[in-house]
């Protein structure tokens, strides 16, 4: 098999492979885009999407990605399904090994993997993962139509799936560690104001019950003030307290901050190594939308562009095809 060194790689589906793979397409250079398992990002688990610019009356999750993948596939974009599981970036050209077997050498590479929930730690959340505990409202809410659940967590994407799920469950009760949320005030003001939401201050979720593989029937609950303990009963149990960056792969070999995203260059894509780029939320804990992980991938895809002239490396002779 003749082995081929792309123009670039770009790992990962969401909005930001996506978008860096339309760009780096229409600029002739043959992209590369590995989509994993669970292609497509997180807008995979979203339903309507109301403030991506576009679509004045919204668009599902899932189909703005499918139509952002056409848009990629028109372009020649070359897609390979399959997990990354390990890169090598000490030296170009970088080296990227997906699902164990097949490795792929690229001249530049724009790392795209994303962020993912954050859990509670506890091993009855393990177990009951999928049955009765959830960590996306928008996936599984309608599962709980006519239950009680609670929603663990105080920021914006608590109180957007705690609102959420009030179009299913009878009640749905906000367990926040602190007496204050972080979530934004528009948003809190609309929790506030729905009859179906109830909140629990300065409280831990110690445990949850339920059978050995479901349902759950409730919660044990520690005021962290008080340090009482108590057990409330609960249908149902949604972890939403924050996203991880999937940065496991590149750690000790790209600069990661103290939160473990990927240290970009401020204003840029540019990450520490000459070459690697970051776009969406492997870099971003704050804003993390879909826009504006779109906005980073055409970043990164221009940057890919300028190395490679500047370097020299731009040529034609990447099929997209070799391994
Ligand atoms: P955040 O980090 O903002 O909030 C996480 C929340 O979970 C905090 O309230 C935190 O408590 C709590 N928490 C963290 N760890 C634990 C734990 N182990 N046990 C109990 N509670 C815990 O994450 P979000 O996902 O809510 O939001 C991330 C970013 O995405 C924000 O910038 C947000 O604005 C944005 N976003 C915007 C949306 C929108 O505009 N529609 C929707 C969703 C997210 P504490 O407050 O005490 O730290």
Not at 152 to 179: N, P, S
Not at 204 to 213: F, N, P, R, T
Not at 305 to 316: D, T, V
Request: include cysteine.
């Amino acid at each position: 098999m003749t082995e081929s060194i792309h123009n670039v790689i770009v790992i990962g589906s969401g909005p930001a492979g996506l978008t860096a793979a339309i760009y780096a397409a229409r600029a002739n250079l043959r992209p590369v885009l590995i989509e994993g398992a669970q292609a497509g990002g997180q807008l995979m688990i979203t339903t309507e999407v109301e403030n991506f610019p576009g679509f004045p009356e919204g668009i599902q999750g899932p189909q703005l990605i499918l139509e952002m993948k056409k848009q990629a596939q028109r372009f020649d974009t070359n897609f390979i399904t399959g997990d990354v599981t390990a890169v090598d970036l000490s030296h170009p050209p970088f080296s990227v090994v997906v699902d164990g077997e097949r490795t792929y050498r690229t001249k530049s590479l724009i790392i795209c993997s994303g962020a993912r929930a954050k859990l509670l730690g506890l091993e009855s959340e393990s177990r009951l993962m999928g049955h009765g505990v959830s960590a996306c409202a928008t996936c599984d809410g309608f599962f709980f139509r006519g239950k009680e659940v609670f929603v663990v967590g105080g920021g914006d994407t608590a109180v957007e799936e705690a609102t959420f799920l009030t179009r299913f469950a009878t009640k749905v009760t906000l367990v926040h560690r602190r007496d204050k949320l972080r979530a934004s005030k528009i948003m809190q003001d609309r929790a506030a104001r729905n009859p179906k939401i109830d909140f629990l201050w300065n409280t831990v979720v110690v445990d949850i019950l339920g059978g050995e593989s479901g349902p759950v029937t409730g919660a044990v609950l520690k005021n962290i003030k008080s340090g009482e303990t108590s057990q409330k009963k609960t249908e149902g149990l949604f972890v939403a307290i924050g996203h991880e960056p999937n940065t496991a792969l590149f750690r000790g070999q790209l600069e990661l901050d103290d939160r473990g995203y990927i240290r970009t260059q401020p204003g840029t894509p540019r990450t520490n190594i000459s070459g690697v780029f970051a776009a969406g939320d492997v870099q971003d804990p704050t804003y993390r939308q879909a826009i504006t992980a779109a906005g980073t991938g055409c970043m990164a895809a221009m940057e890919a562009e300028r190395f490679l002239e500047s370097a020299g490396l731009e040529n034609g002779s990447a099929t997209g095809e070799g391994h």
